[in-house]
C-alpha cells in the first residue's frame, strides 16, 4: 500500500509561479512511477507529467511542456511539480498519483485507471 499526500497548491495570479510536492509513504513506495493529474470543474481529470522512479525521462501533456517541470527525490520519496507562467486554464484540482513503471509505456499514462494509487488533491487557482 502506497499513500500519498500533496501539497503546495495555492492562489496566484497569471504568470505566477507555484510548486506541488507529493509525499509517498509505504515500503516501497520509490520503486512506483509518479505523475500529475489536474481536474477542472466539469471536466474529466486529465494527464499532466509523469516520471518514472528511476527519473532518468520525463512525459508532459503539451499544454504545460516549456513551463512546468516534473522531478522526483527518492530519498525523500517525494516528487515535485514546479509550474511556471502560470496561465487562468491551468486552474484545477491537481493530484499526485502512482503506478508500476509500465503505466509510462505507450498511451496507457494518460489513462487515470492504469493508476494504482491517489493521493487527495491540492487546488491551484490562478487569476487573470
Known amino acids: 500500500q502506497v499513500l500519498l499526500i500533496e501539497s503546495g497548491g495555492g492562489s496566484v495570479q497569471a504568470g505566477g509561479s507555484l510548486r506541488l510536492s507529493c509525499t509517498a509513504s509505504?515500503?516501497?513506495?520509490?520503486?512506483?512511477?509518479m505523475g500529475w493529474f489536474r481536474q477542472a470543474p466539469g471536466k474529466e481529470r486529465e494527464f499532466v507529467a509523469a516520471i518514472p522512479w528511476t527519473g532518468w525521462t520525463t512525459y508532459y501533456t503539451e499544454p504545460v511542456k516549456g513551463r512546468f517541470t516534473i522531478s522526483r527525490d527518492n530519498a525523500k520519496a517525494t516528487m515535485y511539480l514546479q509550474m511556471n507562467s502560470l496561465k487562468p486554464e491551468d486552474t484545477a484540482v491537481y493530484y499526485c498519483a502512482a503506478g508500476v513503471d509500465s503505466v509510462l509505456y505507450g498511451s496507457t499514462r494518460f489513462q487515470p485507471h492504469e493508476y494504482d494509487y491517489w493521493g487527495q488533491g491540492t487546488q491551484v487557482t490562478v487569476s487573470s
Open positions: 509505504g515500503r516501497t513506495a520509490s520503486t512506483y512511477a
